[in-house]
């Protein structure tokens, strides 16, 4: 089996693809998992692809990766036959000679591009042997950016052919409290919707993305290669305290500041359109339709003015108006009547849009210029440097300038240096259906202005990032990083200040306290201001010239290179094994066309810090859990296996039910019944609960009476020696089978649907459990809980089509089939009807339309297993704990007691807690307490099973 690398990581705007392009009968997919998590809006994404060639003869197998144009590339690993080959970031300086060495001996060469309107593409290749196969792991990082009150997750799913082990795991984690979370994109829709599920908690949440093969060809935009469209998971946080979200850690800071609950500030506004020849057609009717929009959204204390442009100069009105329903009108007919012209005198219009907010100051307003363009100037002043120098004198930081750049043929370096300058953005707008909505959507982002001259001041605080800010906008979200003095918690202080309107605010809560999120080994905090200031300093850059250009340079190459990061100033340096080129991949620049890039051969040279290389045989993974031998010689006591079905054990002595309606007790009976005790560990059960729910009910117990061929002594041999099977206790452990009994539960949990607290109960220990039965396509899933309390399951028994058989226990998997018992040499078992992938810490199991993962938790040196059901069928006969839709109450009653009213019952609970083992690191949660048929609506006999 092989490690899969399981980071997370997500933001304003988080968008990752896989591409390979295979010839099926030349290499197959066979695992590809996306993972990524997000921790204070800092997102880290982990894309790990497993490809095995097939074929009898070597072959070149390609890993093609789309990711957002903000993120940075930090990692870049190949496993290839038990050797570990790691990219290197270098200065791009460093590696353009090698490259331009390769390119003049004719070498191939890697494809680096920008791809559409977020994604930059990465892509190498390698050679694999024939019937070997090759792990390829890429780690980027990104910022993200709340627009419009919400950060989104955008994955992109391509992988070019149905993929049995596919799957996207996303955990957030945010201290403030998660606000709200929800999916959306064409991959969340129809077929696919049933693939995605959703966890909750105050502070935390998971998404995850499981489709079967099936799925993958449902979809939209689906088909026999896979899938292809995209996830977006859309998300926000509290906003509780005003001053804003803190966290620190190992001596950095970062401050996310987005106050709500503030008046919006009047604005004034002057649009400045180009209407020359260029944007003849669908540019022009576009441009028309979003105007009128933006026209219909201001707000009648809003002031505004409207100028076109082509070689001369176009005023619907010579100064600004107030947006009244008359003026409006009156703007609109001037919107549908622009046409396409001449010549473009970009200085000139800027200039006159300027001029007019310059001439109309009014006290409590912002002021905010935007320039809509599709070319570069052609007429008047054309000298890009002058242009900039006039509109820096004319604006003099009094308002932001925003430059929307119409497609491809302007200079998109032009504009964004223009804006940066004047403290804007630019923003492309693409040449498509939805241009006008682009455009719409911009000036949302800049409609409602709540805060202007914003300065973050932070006493104690050093290396800052940038701390001014000419305006805040409703639903954006204003990010400070730096280092703290000394690590001095105690003296670090936080300010902000701020105009609302007329009024000069200050954010400052001198009783909160500043809090720390991790030790010395949490570096994440750190990396997002070395994100942060990287993409700064790129920013400066651009905008100077002479020798602090190339200072801004210096600093962001420094830092790059320490922490990793593929920026415009470094590549990434991928080798290969000896004999093979070594690709160089750089980033490209926004609106960058394809980018070809000459792959380098590969020497000692070209890698002087190249790392050991890492065997991956057994020996040198000892944390991989060992394979339980079923071999007789492995088997002494071979009457102690459980046969799998009725036909199998026609002497089979009947396992004692666990319900009380199947332990009645005889009268008269005069012998102590034998119980079946948990194996004696020297630790006591741990389960606090508000009381037990079976009053009298133990762990299950045997007796003679009603058990043909057997004794109660028979059968708990019989079910100690399934345990040293099992992996759980030691063949000498079996001689103590008559200790006495001790009781032990399991707290389960039942989400709740729309509420925030779910509803928990208790099982014994030592039970079979109904865990999922799909009878359409003939699978059967039980578990037997722990004989520890509060751990989960120590045996996962599945069911296949009735001659299947696969058991799974903490440190591997068991096959077998019919009557014989086979081992599993530990690889990734994958048939025509179930597939099974063993990782680090989980088993991930697909069944027709069925995903099931089930996870390997640890708890005081000791591991069990909890099952999870990520893909529920769409047939309604399946049952089991695990396909329980969630639980839907209303709360009735809080005093004296609470009362929960389920259906039409009326249910005494007590507040309690539980862990939830559904996730990987489990959180304690919050629960209503009750008897198990309470939560359940049904006996709870009906959930238990006679054997696995």
């Not at 994604?119 to 980027?140: D, G, Q």
């Not at 441009?287 to 076109?308: C, K, Q, S, V």
């Not at 005889?666 to 019944?673: A, C, D, F, I, K």
């Amino acid at each position: 089996m092989e490690r899969a690398v399981v980071q997370i990581t997500l933001f304003g705007l988080l968008l990752c693809l896989v591409t390979t392009l295979p010839n099926k009968d030349d290499w197959d997919i066979y695992s590809f998992h996306i993972n990524s998590t997000v921790s204070s809006r800092y997102a880290t994404t982990v894309i790990t692809s497993r490809v095995a060639n097939r074929m009898n003869e070597s072959k070149e197998i390609e890993f093609q990766v789309r990711i957002p144009k903000n993120a940075f590339i930090s990692k870049f690993t190949m496993f290839i036959d038990g050797q570990v080959y790691d990219g290197v970031v270098k200065a791009k300086e460093e590696a353009e000679q090698q490259y331009t060495e390769a390119v003049s001996r004719g070498q191939s060469a890697g494809l680096v591009s920008s791809v559409g309107r977020t994604l930059e593409e990465f892509k190498t290749s390698v050679t694999v042997a024939a019937h070997k196969k090759v792990t390829f792991e890429l780690t980027y990082e990104e910022l993200l950016k709340r627009r419009l009150g919400k950060y989104e997750l955008q994955i992109h799913a391509r992988p070019m052919q149905p993929v049995k082990d596919f799957k996207v795991d996303v955990y957030i984690h945010e201290k403030a409290g998660i606000n709200f979370i929800e999916t959306k994109g064409g991959l969340s829709t129809k077929a696919l919707a049933n693939a995605i599920t959703k966890t909750q908690t105050e502070t935390e949440a998971w998404v995850y993305f499981y489709p079967t093969e099936a799925q993958q060809r449902a979809c939209d935009s689906c088909g026999e290669q896979g899938m292809n469209g995209d996830l977006v998971v859309v998300y926000d946080v509290n906003r509780d305290v005003a001053s804003g979200d803190i966290k620190t850690s190992y001596g950095y800071f970062v401050h996310h500041f987005a106050p709500s609950s503030l008046p919006r500030i009047p604005k004034n506004v002057v649009f400045v359109i180009d209407r020359s020849g260029s944007m003849k057609g669908r540019k022009i009717e576009q441009t028309r339709i979003a105007l009128i929009h933006i026209l219909n959204d201001l707000a009648e204390d809003d002031y505004f003015g409207l100028i076109t442009f082509d070689g001369n100069i176009f005023h619907w009105k010579r100064e600004l108006v107030q947006a009244s329903k008359t003026n409006v009108n009156s703007a609109k007919k001037f919107a549908r009547g622009i046409r396409d012209g001449g010549y473009t005198d970009i200085n000139e219009a800027v200039l006159e849009g300027a001029h007019m907010l310059n001439a109309h100051p009014r006290e409590g307003s912002a002021s905010i210029l935007i320039l809509l363009t599709d070319g570069d100037p052609t007429t008047g002043e054309t000298n890009l440097e002058r242009i900039h120098s006039n509109v820096r004198r004319a604006i003099a930081d009094k308002f932001p300038l925003y430059c929307l750049g119409f497609g491809f043929d302007v200079s998109f370096e032009f504009l964004e240096k223009m804006s940066l300058q004047n403290n804007g953005v630019a923003r492309r707008i693409y040449e498509d259906s939805d241009a006008d909505l682009q455009l719409k959507g911009f000036y949302e982002e800049v409609a409602t202005p709540l805060l202007t001259n914003v300065t973050m001041m932070y006493t104690g605080g050093t290396n800052l990032t940038q701390t001014h800010f000419s305006q805040y906008y409703n639903g954006s979200e204003i990010v400070v990083a730096g280092q703290i003095t000394d690590n001095d918690i105690e003296t670090f202080t936080p300010e902000v200040v701020a105009v609302s309107g007329t009024q000069r605010l200050r954010f400052f809560n001198k009783n909160a306290t500043v809090e720390s999120t991790g030790t010395v080994t949490d570096r994440r905090i750190q990396r997002v201001w070395a994100y942060l200031t990287v993409k700064q300093l790129l920013e400066k850059e651009l905008q100077l010239s002479g020798p602090e250009k190339a200072r801004m340079k210096k600093e962001a190459l420094e830092l790059s290179l320490k922490y990793s990061f593929v920026t415009p100033f470094t590549s990434m340096v991928v080798t290969k094994p000896p004999g093979e080129n070594t690709d160089v991949l750089h980033k490209p620049k926004e609106g960058e066309k394809h980018h070809y890039k000459p792959i380098i051969p590969l020497s000692p040279a070209h890698m002087p810090q190249r790392p050991a290389i890492i065997p991956l045989s057994p020996a040198h993974m000892p944390q991989r859990p060992a394979i339980i031998p079923l071999s007789p010689a492995h088997m002494p006591q071979r009457p102690a296996i459980i046969p799998l079905s009725p036909a199998h054990m026609p002497q089979r002595p009947a396992i004692i039910p666990l319900s009380p309606a199947h332990m009645p007790q005889r009268p008269g009976q005069s012998h102590r019944r034998k119980e079946i005790s948990r194996i004696h560990t020297g630790h006591s059960p741990v389960l606090a609960r508000p009381r037990a729910p079976y009053p009298g009910v133990q762990a299950p117990y045997s007796d003679t009476a009603g058990f043909p061929g057997g004794s109660h002594g028979d059968f708990y041999l019989l079910h100690r020696i399934h345990q040293v099977l099992a992996g759980n206790l030691e063949k000498d452990q079996v001689q103590h089978a008559k200790e006495p009994a001790v009781s032990v539960f399991h707290r389960i949990l039942l989400k709740a649907e729309n509420q925030s607290l779910p509803l928990c109960f208790d099982v014994p220990g030592n039970t079979y459990i109904k865990l999922f039965h799909h009878p359409s396509d003939e699978l059967s899933v039980n578990g037997l809980l722990d004989s520890v309390a509060n751990r989960g399951f120590k045996i996962i028994g599945i069911h296949f089509k009735n001659n299947q058989y696969i058991e799974i226990v903490t440190n591997g998997i068991n096959v077998q089939a019919g009557q014989g018992v086979t081992r599993n040499p530990g690889q990734d078992l994958v048939t025509a009807d179930i597939t099974v992938f063993g990782r680090d810490k989980e088993f991930d199991v697909a069944v027709g339309d069925t995903r099931m993962v089930i996870l390997v938790h640890e708890k005081d040196g000791n591991k069990f297993l909890w099952p999870v059901l990520r893909q529920r069928p769409s047939d309604d006969r399946v049952d089991g704990i695990l396909a329980l839709k969630a639980a839907v109450y209303e709360e009735v009653q809080q005093s004296p007691s609470t009362k929960l009213k389920i259906r039409d019952q009326e249910i005494d609970v007590t507040r309690s807690s539980a862990v939830d083992y559904s996730i990987s690191i489990p959180p304690t949660l919050d629960c209503w307490f009750m008897s198990a048929e309470s939560a359940l609506q049904r006996r709870l006999d009906d959930f238990t099973a006679a054997q696995l």
